[in-house]
């Protein structure tokens, strides 16, 4: 929730929240308009009035595909702010401009469907100073026209409006369900750090305009947005204008973002370099060493960089320096002749670039280390840290921040030379020419708030640059360049990673390539889940504003086969810049297989369909660029059997016509369908579903070579009516056949372009007579009839050599006896249906936590623990680890315990207790970590120190199972009990694991 005092500032600088204007005509009513919006400003009361027109109904985007943005048919309000009363306006609307008398610029662009509002840095005198020193700008309160916008998706997730703490650069408040809403955003990033907030408005009343169009404001949201510059005082440069703020309506606020990212990257001028394919060492072996990295290079090279791998990237440890005590050792100019790699770094990266791949290392470029002896003569390359009120009268220090180290400042000259000759050696000297940049938020000089998503105060204003002109964005930006400009030619940059502190993230639009959307993964379910949330809230900015890098997929045996396809579906098909960190040649061949099909990442649009539902979007759509693929993505996150069900119009599908679907994984065709897509999920699985819709002739569905089933290994497909054939190029790779999948389902038709019909309107069923393939062009390599089942033709193709296969397949004519077929499908459908349900009962009594137990007799927290132990951090009574009440969801405790996995509280058994009772669950405040999960157990010792177990919780964790009722009897010669927190085996990340009404009856 926002403080009220934060609330007050901003709207106090934004001159009041919308105020309803009078029924009759103004005076004087200013209007700009494009095909999108129809903005008004009344001259006598400074209202602004924000309409849809019904003339851009659609627009065209990057992402590929039709993308409606208003609707048709009339206008509607859809938001309104209040200026402060102009003495006289700066212009009357030249153009599409509009100019207020309080310094603002409002402008709508042709085709573009935002409004963009502009504040002068004249006019910015009003700005708000917090206590770190930061001058904060708000920009104007923008109220919402529909109380059913109620949910505010941003940098955090969605959330419910009430809820919402706000977001940095951009948010969307919509009805999730019907994805209606508004998006806002800031274009530019100049100098600003920029904000987007939120909350709820008060009732408001009916409003009319001049043209009568009528509008009604409810209990709805208002936008809050909001720029903070640090020490510097935006108005101390004069007139220049501040940062561009864009606000828009959208029938589907995803489509609103997608055209949020596409005018960042049109502003920045972005074009990005191919996406390409890593291998990250880290979570195999650090930064690997010299006798594990040539090998595990040389067996990449023949195993996967046939598929696309193309990176070999270092990690952290390479490096020089003593770390003093706060995370990495940050001499990055020279490695550890003791460390990883005694030979030196170059050696290594020629090794890597004699097996053609790219050689990449990890860095922290903005970071030293205060207390490290090397930079001992260096302290006038860092940032100052200005003292807080208590120690006003201290001089200020280096600017360290947790793990990520001293800040370098990138306004003095002699810190440029240092982090300048640093690039110039990784890149030129050593030939690293894939840059994986760390800790960001030190080139901002703010302190790392990890996780940090959704937008909360911290120290920025504290930093003091050398040049007290400059911000810390704008300093931080030079930095990036510097980097850009020192890198030798093609050099890729990765960013990692925004969630240390999210300024960092809009402050690097347009100058890095990749971005790592979400925090550290790792092969554990619980931390793998932190890339299906950021990467769904982020997808927008993905192949727009830079690629983004959700961390490694896994394959490793340790992870059920179920969960590897999972993550590796989700990230191939979303897209995602591809990374995995493992042994390669130690995976079982089906999971090195496995690995294979995710290789390259695909360039088509890719959108989550559920993102304002769910934090960990179920349901991904593909649209290929080629114009027939239709991809579905469907996942279960949870721990227990899920059925799925979306209609076909969220797959951009007709919802009358007969679909059908290949499914990936299961290597099987599905019933004909219509309607919507159902489909029940086993826990921590997901499907991979190509969609066809029935078409007069057969079609491709599927190839066996890549999870996108054809998308980016086929192209060419074409269907000859006059000679009945299908026909196609698909690169395959040498020693990996790839197997076709035609669908030999039709509508009633002849076959050609579906003016001829049957007259049935029914399904009919073809065979293929003879089919043969081309190795790139030329030699025949295959002549077979292939083989065929039910609503299916199969065809295999030979993998010689890499390269280019063209097939063709030759049917004979379709007929309507296509019932057997279809009984077939439905039948064993409906058998792995069941499978798929099957014990969903048992899961759900598993889950269900029993009845709540009585209250105790005698409370944990009156008794002093005769031992504890807490896994980190304190052992809390009553209180959570912040000091605040215990909380299981929305119920608060008054009476309780807090003991963070690993961790163990012994007690005293009270005389004439028979019972241990208590409601067991993970404390509400960590409920936006995905790494959150643990199990609690409680076991008793006897008199001679015996201890045996007696109950256990399930595994616990954030929506799934949350809390669990503990009712359990004690044995005659128990003496004392232990309660034992433990992480359930993936790391003990936020495992705040919470006893409330504990105690003994």
Same mark, same amino acid.
């Given at each position: 929730?926002?403080?009220?005092?934060?609330?007050?500032?901003?709207?106090?600088?934004?001159?009041?929240?919308?105020?309803?204007?009078?029924?009759?005509?103004?005076?004087?009513?200013?209007?700009?308009?494009?095909?999108?919006?129809?903005?008004?400003?009344?001259?006598?009361?400074?209202?602004? !009035?924000?309409?849809?027109?019904? $003339?851009?109904?659609?627009?065209?985007?990057?992402?590929?595909?039709?993308?409606?943005?208003?609707?048709?048919?009339?206008?509607?309000?859809?938001?309104?702010?209040?200026?402060?009363?102009?003495?006289?306006?700066?212009?009357?609307?030249?153009?599409?401009?509009?100019?207020?008398?309080?310094?603002?610029?409002?402008?709508?662009?042709?085709?573009?469907?935002?409004?963009?509002?502009?504040?002068?840095?004249?006019?910015?005198?009003?700005?708000?100073?917090?206590?770190?020193?930061?001058?904060?700008?708000?920009?104007?309160?923008?109220?919402?026209?529909?109380?059913?916008?109620?949910?505010?998706?941003?940098?955090?997730?969605?959330?419910?409006?009430?809820?919402?703490?706000?977001? *940095?650069?951009?948010?969307?408040?919509?009805?999730?369900?019907?994805?209606?809403?508004?998006?806002?955003?800031?274009?530019?990033?100049?100098?600003?750090?920029?904000?987007?907030?939120?909350?709820?408005?008060?009732?408001?009343?009916?409003?009319?305009?001049?043209?009568?169009?009528?509008?009604?404001?409810?209990?709805?949201?208002?936008?809050?947005?909001?720029?903070?510059?640090?020490?510097?005082?935006?108005?101390?440069?004069?007139?220049?204008?501040?940062?561009?703020?864009?606000?828009?309506?959208?029938?589907?606020?995803?489509?609103?973002?997608?055209?949020?990212?596409?005018?960042?990257?049109?502003?920045?001028?972005?074009?990005?370099?191919?996406?390409?394919?890593?291998?990250?060492?880290?979570?195999?072996?650090?930064?690997?060493?010299?006798?594990?990295?040539?090998?595990?290079?040389?067996?990449?090279?023949?195993?996967?960089?046939?598929?696309?791998?193309?990176?070999?990237?270092?990690?952290?440890?390479?490096?020089?320096?003593?770390?003093?005590?706060?995370?990495?050792?940050?001499?990055?100019?020279?490695?550890?002749?003791?460390?990883?790699?005694?030979?030196?770094?170059?050696?290594?990266?020629?090794?890597?670039?004699?097996?053609?791949?790219?050689?990449?290392?990890?860095?922290?470029?903005?970071?030293?280390?205060?207390?490290?002896?090397?930079?001992?003569?260096?302290?006038?390359?860092?940032?100052?840290?200005?003292?807080?009120?208590?120690?006003?009268?201290?001089?200020?220090?280096?600017?360290?921040?947790?793990?990520?180290?001293?800040?370098?400042?990138?306004?003095?000259?002699?810190?440029?030379?240092?982090?300048?000759?640093?690039?110039?050696?990784?890149?030129?000297?050593?030939?690293?020419?894939?840059?994986?940049?760390?800790?960001?938020?030190?080139?901002?000089?703010?302190?790392?708030?990890?996780?940090?998503?959704?937008?909360?105060?911290? @120290?920025?204003?504290?930093?003091?640059?050398?040049?007290?002109?400059?911000?810390?964005?704008?300093?931080?930006?030079?930095?990036?360049?510097?980097?850009?400009?020192?890198?030798?030619?093609?050099?890729?940059?990765?960013?990692?990673?925004?969630?240390?502190?999210?300024?960092?993230?809009?402050?690097?639009?347009?100058?890095?390539?990749?971005?790592?959307?979400?925090?550290?993964?790792?092969?554990?379910?619980?931390?793998?889940?932190?890339?299906?949330?950021?990467?769904?809230?982020?997808?927008?900015?993905?192949?727009?504003?830079?690629?983004?890098?959700?961390?490694?997929? *896994?394959?490793?045996?340790?992870?059920?086969?179920?969960?590897?396809?999972?993550?590796?579906?989700?990230?191939?098909?979303?897209?995602?810049?591809?990374?995995?960190?493992?042994?390669?040649?130690?995976?079982?061949?089906?999971?090195?297989?496995?690995?294979?099909?995710?290789?390259?990442?695909?360039?088509?649009?890719?959108?989550?369909?559920?993102?304002?539902?769910?934090?960990?979007?179920?349901?991904?759509?593909?649209?290929?660029?080629?114009?027939? !693929?239709?991809?579905?993505?469907?996942?279960?996150?949870?721990?227990? !059997?899920?059925?799925?069900?979306?209609?076909?119009?969220?797959?951009?599908?007709?919802?009358?016509?007969?679909?059908?679907?290949?499914?990936?994984?299961?290597?099987?065709?599905?019933?004909?369908?219509?309607?919507?897509?159902?489909?029940?999920?086993?826990?921590?699985?997901?499907?991979?579903?190509?969609?066809?819709?029935?078409?007069?002739?057969?079609?491709? =569905?599927?190839?066996?070579?890549?999870?996108?089933?054809?998308?980016?290994? $086929?192209?060419?497909?074409?269907?000859?009516?006059?000679?009945? $054939?299908?026909?196609?190029?698909? $690169?395959?790779?040498?020693?990996?056949?790839?197997?076709?999948?035609?669908?030999?389902?039709?509508?009633?038709?002849?076959?050609?372009?579906?003016?001829?019909?049957?007259? !049935?309107?029914?399904?009919?069923?073809?065979?293929?007579?003879?089919? @043969?393939?081309?190795?790139?062009?030329?030699?025949?390599?295959?002549?077979?009839?292939?083989?065929?089942?039910?609503?299916?033709?199969?065809?295999?193709?030979?993998?010689?050599?890499?390269?280019?296969?063209?097939?063709? =397949?030759?049917?004979?004519?379709?007929?309507?006896?296509?019932?057997?077929?279809?009984?077939?499908?439905?039948?064993?459908?409906?058998?792995?249906?069941?499978?798929?349900?099957?014990?969903?009962?048992?899961?759900?009594?598993?889950?269900?936590?029993?009845?709540?137990?009585?209250?105790?007799?005698?409370?944990?927290?009156?008794?002093?623990?005769?031992?504890?132990?807490?896994? *980190?951090?304190?052992?809390?009574?009553?209180?959570?680890?912040?000091?605040?009440?215990?909380?299981?969801?929305?119920?608060?405790?008054?009476?309780?315990?807090?003991?963070?996995?690993?961790?163990?509280?012994?007690?005293?058994?009270?005389?004439?207790?028979?019972?241990?009772?208590? =409601?067991?669950?993970?404390?509400?405040?960590?409920?936006?970590?995905?790494?959150?999960?643990?199990?609690?157990?409680?076991?008793?010792?006897?008199?001679?120190?015996?201890?045996?177990?007696?109950?256990?919780?399930?595994?616990?964790?954030?929506?799934?199972?949350?809390?669990?009722?503990?009712?359990?009897?004690?044995?005659?010669?128990?003496?004392?009990?232990?309660?034992?927190?433990?992480?359930?085996?993936?790391?003990?990340?936020?495992?705040?694991?919470?006893?409330?009404?504990?105690?003994?009856?």
């Amino acid at each position: 929730m926002l403080s009220p005092r934060l609330l007050l500032s901003l709207l106090a600088v934004a001159g009041g929240a919308f105020a309803a204007s009078a029924t009759s005509a103004p005076a004087a009513i200013l209007e700009i308009k494009n095909e999108h919006i129809r903005a008004t400003l009344d001259d006598a009361t400074g209202e602004l !009035t924000l309409r849809k027109t019904g $003339t851009g109904s659609s627009a065209g985007s990057s992402a590929g595909g039709a993308v409606s943005t208003g609707g048709t048919g009339g206008e509607k309000v859809f938001a309104s702010a209040k200026f402060a009363l102009p003495v006289a306006l700066s212009s009357a609307g030249t153009g599409n401009t509009l100019g207020t008398g309080d310094g603002y610029t409002l402008r709508l662009v042709a085709g573009e469907p935002f409004l963009r509002v502009t504040r002068s840095a004249r006019a910015a005198g009003g700005s708000v100073v917090n206590a770190n020193g930061n001058h904060r700008v708000a920009y104007p309160a923008f109220t919402l026209a529909d109380a059913a916008w109620d949910v505010a998706h941003g940098t955090g997730g969605p959330r419910p409006l009430a809820k919402n703490a706000g977001s *940095y650069q951009w948010t969307a408040i919509v009805n999730a369900k019907s994805r209606e809403g508004v998006v806002a955003g800031w274009l530019t990033v100049e100098k600003g750090s920029g904000a987007v907030l939120a909350k709820v408005a008060g009732n408001g009343k009916p409003k009319g305009d001049a043209a009568g169009t009528a509008g009604t404001v409810g209990t709805a949201g208002v936008i809050l947005p909001h720029l903070d510059y640090g020490a510097c005082d935006p108005a101390a440069g004069g007139t220049a204008p501040l940062e561009t703020l864009l606000i828009g309506y959208f029938a589907d606020a995803r489509f609103g973002l997608e055209r949020y990212a596409d005018a960042v990257a049109a502003e920045l001028r972005i074009k990005l370099p191919p996406m390409p394919t890593v291998h990250c060492t880290w979570y195999v072996d650090a930064a690997s060493t010299e006798k594990k990295l040539r090998p595990r290079t040389d067996f990449a090279a023949a195993a996967l960089a046939p598929f696309g791998m193309d990176v070999i990237q270092i990690d952290d440890g390479w490096q020089r320096g003593t770390g003093g005590g706060n995370g990495p050792k940050k001499v990055f100019g020279d490695f550890d002749t003791r460390g990883p790699y005694p030979s030196g770094m170059a050696p290594v990266a020629q090794h890597i670039r004699d097996k053609k791949f790219t050689a990449g290392i990890w860095l922290i470029p903005f970071s030293g280390t205060a207390n490290d002896p090397f930079f001992a003569d260096k302290q006038d390359l860092f940032i100052k840290k200005r003292p807080d009120k208590k120690a006003a009268a201290a001089a200020a220090q280096p600017y360290t921040i947790f793990w990520a180290g001293t800040c370098l400042d990138m306004t003095r000259p002699a810190a440029r030379d240092y982090l300048a000759a640093i690039i110039r050696r990784l890149t030129n000297e050593w030939g690293y020419r894939y840059l994986k940049l760390d800790g960001l938020c030190s080139g901002l000089g703010v302190n790392l708030n990890y996780v940090c998503d959704s937008w909360r105060e911290d @120290e920025f204003g504290r930093a003091i640059l050398a040049d007290p002109a400059k911000t810390q964005t704008e300093a931080y930006r030079s930095g990036l360049r510097l980097v850009r400009e020192n890198a030798a030619p093609g050099t890729f940059i990765l960013g990692c990673c925004a969630p240390q502190n999210m300024r960092s993230a809009a402050g690097a639009y347009g100058l890095v390539d990749a971005m790592r959307i979400g925090p550290d993964n790792g092969a554990a379910w619980n931390a793998l889940l932190s890339g299906p949330r950021y990467g769904a809230w982020s997808w927008f900015l993905h192949g727009r504003v830079w690629w983004n890098d959700p961390d490694p997929l *896994y394959v490793r045996a340790t992870l059920p086969l179920a969960q590897a396809r999972a993550i590796c579906t989700y990230v191939t098909l979303a897209g995602f810049m591809n990374s995995s960190s493992e042994e390669y040649a130690k995976l079982p061949a089906e999971r090195l297989d496995l690995l294979r099909r995710t290789m390259p990442s695909h360039t088509s649009p890719a959108r989550p369909v559920d993102v304002f539902e769910e934090s960990a979007p179920a349901v991904w759509h593909v649209a290929g660029n080629d114009g027939a !693929t239709t991809l579905a993505g469907l996942y279960n996150w949870g721990a227990w !059997t899920k059925t799925i069900a979306r209609p076909l119009t969220d797959f951009a599908l007709d919802p009358a016509a007969p679909t059908v679907a290949f499914d990936f994984w299961e290597n099987r065709l599905l019933p004909v369908f219509t309607g919507e897509l159902r489909r029940a999920l086993p826990a921590r699985s997901c499907a991979n579903l190509a969609l066809r819709q029935l078409r007069p002739h057969p079609q491709l =569905i599927s190839t066996s070579r890549h999870i996108t089933q054809g998308l980016v290994d $086929t192209r060419d497909v074409r269907w000859d009516a006059a000679k009945r $054939t299908l026909s196609g190029t698909t $690169t395959v790779v040498a020693g990996d056949p790839c197997e076709l999948r035609i669908l030999t389902l039709t509508t009633g038709g002849d076959g050609g372009d579906g003016t001829g019909t049957d007259g !049935t309107g029914g399904v009919r069923e073809w065979s293929a007579s003879a089919a @043969e393939a081309k190795l790139d062009g030329g030699r025949t390599i295959l002549k077979t009839a292939g083989s065929a089942s039910a609503g299916l033709f199969r065809l295999t193709l030979p993998a010689e050599k890499s390269g280019d296969v063209q097939w063709q =397949i030759t049917f004979a004519t379709g007929t309507a006896a296509a019932a057997a077929s279809l009984a077939a499908l439905a039948d064993a459908d409906t058998a792995a249906q069941s499978a798929a349900t099957a014990g969903a009962a048992a899961a759900a009594k598993r889950r269900d936590p029993g009845p709540v137990p009585p209250a105790p007799r005698v409370y944990l927290d009156q008794l002093n623990p005769a031992a504890v132990h807490s896994g *980190y951090g304190k052992f809390c009574v009553n209180k959570n680890q912040s000091g605040r009440p215990l909380q299981l969801g929305k119920q608060k405790f008054a009476h309780g315990i807090l003991l963070h996995a690993a961790g163990e509280a012994a007690y005293a058994v009270p005389a004439g207790s028979t019972r241990f009772v208590a =409601i067991a669950g993970i404390e509400e405040s960590k409920r936006e970590n995905a790494a959150s999960s643990l199990r609690v157990r409680i076991a008793y010792e006897n008199p001679v120190g015996d201890r045996h177990d007696l109950a256990a919780t399930p595994v616990l964790m954030f929506d799934q199972t949350e809390r669990w009722h503990l009712d359990v009897a004690l044995p005659a010669d128990a003496v004392r009990l232990i309660v034992i927190s433990d992480d359930a085996g993936d790391g003990n990340n936020s495992d705040h694991a919470v006893l409330a009404t504990a105690g003994f009856l």
